[in-house]
């Protein structure tokens, strides 16, 4: 009896992870698959915004700060 518990707990430790490894940040529901052309258009529009935001920003010169040591 023993046995069967140590094997089944050691059964249940080596699957949890690669249970886990499905429910990331990243991972959809399957429900909400189904989007809508409103949805979409909603979508596309916030993502041009992004990328539009994106460009707007300045690029930063690179500082060196032993510039005046050398």
Same mark, same amino acid.
């Given at each position: 009896?023993?046995?069967?518990?140590?094997?089944?707990?050691?059964?249940?430790?080596?699957?949890?992870?690669?249970?886990?490894?499905?429910?990331? *940040?990243?991972? $959809?529901? #399957?429900?909400?698959?189904?989007?809508?052309?409103?949805?979409?258009?909603?979508? %596309?529009?916030?993502? *041009?915004?992004? $990328?539009? #935001?994106?460009?707007?920003?300045?690029?930063?010169?690179?500082?060196?700060?032993? %510039?005046?040591?050398?």
């Amino acid at each position: 009896m023993r046995r069967l518990f140590v094997a089944l707990a050691a059964v249940a430790m080596l699957t949890a992870p690669a249970q886990t490894q499905g429910r990331g *940040k990243g991972s $959809k529901p #399957a429900e909400n698959s189904q989007q809508t052309t409103e949805q979409k258009q909603k979508k %596309a529009a916030a993502e *041009k915004a992004y $990328k539009d #935001a994106l460009h707007g920003i300045p690029e930063q010169k690179s500082s060196d700060p032993w %510039a005046k040591m050398r």
